[in-house]
């Protein structure tokens, strides 16, 4: 059984258009993120849920729109593709790691990764 | 911003011989996690090992084990008896007290030689 799925794995579009890349988790987690990979391999935080609730949005441009229907799913929408864009974007998920003096920091898990093309 | 360095973007091991990888990181917190991940060429992250910095003892999993020194800020990877399937691009990871996001280190490359 798959722990983190995404779809789909490869995404080759034109600048302009408008895509969406699905993630969905199989081990009842309550948090999910988004990371992108660059050319270079680095990889960078986007977005964290934590049950349904966007916890982190760093610097990323308008046009990447993160939805969450439900604590399974962590869908990503990008608008107005731009050749910058192109990347590997990974969809990760781990317990929820609380707060204050009881947080916690757990193992994340992530998905296969999408492999998205800008022409 | 907590930063994490990688200083060695390749490494290159025989097989059977034993490699450390390097990282240092830089942060103002006293609690926090650190992680190893591991990415082969399937591009799939795989999470390879886990410190938890109020343990002074040294994380270990099978062959492999870090060298966790806090007060230098410094999380080194050693992976012994490698073999061929060691062969990857690894990531060191700090997760600080926000406890939501990861910070990457920008990777070091491994290449295990027969």
């Known amino acids: 059984d798959t722990a983190v799925s995404q779809t789909p794995k490869y995404l080759v579009t034109q600048m302009g258009n408008d895509k969406s890349i699905k993630c969905e988790q199989n081990?009842?987690?309550?948090?999910m993120y988004w990371y992108k990979q660059d050319s270079k391999k680095f990889l960078k935080i986007m977005f964290s849920?934590?049950?349904?609730?966007?916890?982190i949005n760093e610097t990323v441009p308008n046009r990447f729109s993160p939805k969450s229907p439900d604590k399974a799913h962590l869908n990503l929408h990008i608008n107005s593709l731009e050749l910058g864009d192109s990347a590997v974007y990974f969809c990760?998920?781990?317990?929820?790691?609380?707060?204050?003096?009881?947080?916690?920091?757990?193992?994340?898990?992530f998905g296969p990764g999408t492999r998205l093309t800008v022409t | 911003a907590q930063t994490v360095t990688q200083s060695q973007p390749e490494m290159s091991v025989q097989e059977a011989e034993t490699v450390t990888l390097s990282c240092t990181y830089d942060?103002?917190?006293?609690?926090?996690?650190l992680f190893w991940y591991k990415q082969p060429p399937s591009r799939q992250m795989i999470l390879v090992i886990r410190?938890?910095?109020?343990?002074?003892q040294n994380a270990t999993e099978n062959r492999f084990s870090v060298n966790f020194q806090k007060a230098a800020k410094s999380f080194s990877l050693k992976i012994s008896d490698s073999q061929l399937g060691d062969a990857a691009m690894y990531f060191c990871?700090?997760?600080?007290?926000?406890?939501?996001?990861?910070?990457f280190g920008k990777g070091t490359s491994l290449l295990v030689t027969p």
């Open positions: 990760a998920s781990s317990q929820g790691v609380g707060t204050g003096l009881y947080w916690s920091s757990y193992e994340q898990y």
């Open positions: 081990l009842g987690h309550d948090t």
């Open positions: 849920y934590n049950n349904k609730e966007l916890i």
């Open positions: 942060t103002s917190e006293s609690d926090y996690y």
């Open positions: 410190q938890e910095a109020y343990k002074q």
């Open positions: 990871a700090y997760n600080g007290n926000s406890g939501y996001a990861l910070n």
